[in-house]
């Protein structure tokens, strides 16, 4: 069981690229997210979603495009990447609501991300 | 790991001794708190639980102690190894909807070495 696989695990962007980060989980979970993790800060979400098809944003949603085609992926997009958006980013996944029916959020390994 | 930085409160522990690490939370209204440990290069694990109805949860080699009067919340390892150091946060949800998972605020973290 793979649980939550991000790719790739680092990545060098310059200023202005794009590029996708890659999420898939293999549990058949409804709930994924995407989070950012900065030097002397928490985890803050990006987007989040509930299932295919269905997508919300979270606390810092700016420059960050997400879809939900199907319950195993979750791609996040920069679309014009910036140096504020150097950060090692993490998925999650869930079988449903945290504090409900002891679901617990599983998290990939990471991707760090330099953009220059 | 590797992505929170110089600013982190740290914690060094004698192997085999016990450790307690604590963690301040904000919101009065937060009814589920999560422990987690996050190992150099990784991802979040989860590690253990508590309801704001409980004031204390047991695990394997863990407990957390919930205080709601003070909003304080800690986690005790008994025993430690040298597999324990990492760096520790604590998270909370606040009661109410929490559709997607958005709710869930991480702390910082504390990171705690072992010393053999």
């Known amino acids: 069981n793979a649980g939550v696989t991000q790719t790739p695990k680092f990545q060098v962007l310059k200023t202005g690229q794009s590029m996708t980060l890659q999420c898939a989980q293999d549990?058949?979970?409804?709930?994924m997210s995407w989070y950012r993790q900065d030097p002397g800060m928490g985890l803050r979400l990006i987007h989040y979603s509930v299932g295919a098809g269905i997508t919300d944003q979270g606390e810092v949603p700016n420059g960050y495009n997400v879809s939900r085609s199907t319950t195993e992926d979750f791609p996040l997009r920069l679309l014009s990447a910036a140096p504020s958006q150097t950060s090692v980013y993490f998925c999650?996944?869930?079988?449903?609501?945290?504090?409900?029916?002891?679901?617990?959020?599983?998290f990939g390994a990471g991707t760090r991300l330099s953009v220059l | 790991g590797e992505s929170v930085g110089l600013h982190l409160p740290t914690l060094s522990v004698q192997e085999g001794d016990n450790s307690i690490i604590n963690c301040a939370y904000s919101n009065s209204a937060s009814d589920y708190f999560i422990w987690y440990k996050q190992e150099s290069g990784k991802g979040p694990q989860f590690i253990i639980d508590?309801?704001?109805?409980?004031d204390k949860r047991q695990g394997q080699r863990v407990t957390v102690l919930l205080n709601k009067t003070v909003k304080h919340l800690s986690l005790q390892i008994a025993a430690t190894q040298p597999g324990d150091s990492a760096v520790y946060f604590c998270a909370e949800v606040p009661s109410g909807f929490n559709f997607g998972n958005e709710k869930l605020t991480f702390g910082t973290g504390t990171r705690l070495t072992i010393i053999p």
């Open positions: 549990m058949n979970h409804e709930y």
């Open positions: 508590i309801r704001s109805n409980m």
């Open positions: 999650a996944s869930s079988y449903g609501p945290l504090a409900l029916a002891k679901n617990i959020q599983y």
